[in-house]
Nanobody, 127 residues
Framework: QVQLDESGGGLVQAGASLRLSCAGS????????MGWFRQAPGKEREFLAA???????????RYADSVKGRFTISREDVKNTVYLQMNSLKPEDTAVYYC?????????????????WGQGTQVTVSS
């Protein structure tokens, strides 16, 4: 059974940093694209970042404009884990954050679908 477990969320003040982790189990994700999304109360789920399979087409990464320059996605295939380093957090970053895996080497978040999802971790940024 495939499972994705997010961790690292919490309550922080504006300007702080957090690193989210997402550990996969049940299968190896090294061949697949991985991503991060978030959903704030009353809003639709929002794409944040995606990372391709290591070495695919030179290694692809894409960020949403809302987090570009503040968030960094990375992966550690030995641990079957994807990370999201979040810096300069703002109150509007408050949401439940989800990791996801797409069974393809690259899924940018547009025109492709993610196949596996974690349960989410809450991030709350106070002003």
């Amino acid at each position: 059974q495939v499972q994705l477990d997010e961790s690292g969320g919490g309550l922080v003040q504006a300007g702080a940093s957090l690193r989210l982790s997402c550990a996969g189990s049940g299968r190896t994700f090294s061949s697949y694209s991985m991503g991060w999304f978030r959903q704030a109360p009353g809003k639709e789920r929002e794409f944040l970042a995606a990372i391709s399979r290591n070495g695919w087409n030179g290694g692809r990464i894409r960020y949403a404009d809302s987090v570009k320059g503040r968030f960094t996605i990375s992966r550690e295939d030995v641990k079957n884990t994807v990370y999201l380093q979040m810096n300069s957090l703002k109150p509007e970053d408050t949401a439940v954050y989800y990791c996801a895996v797409a069974e393809t080497p690259w899924c940018s978040g547009d025109g492709c679908s993610y196949d596996y999802w974690g349960q989410g971790t809450q991030v709350t940024v106070s002003s």
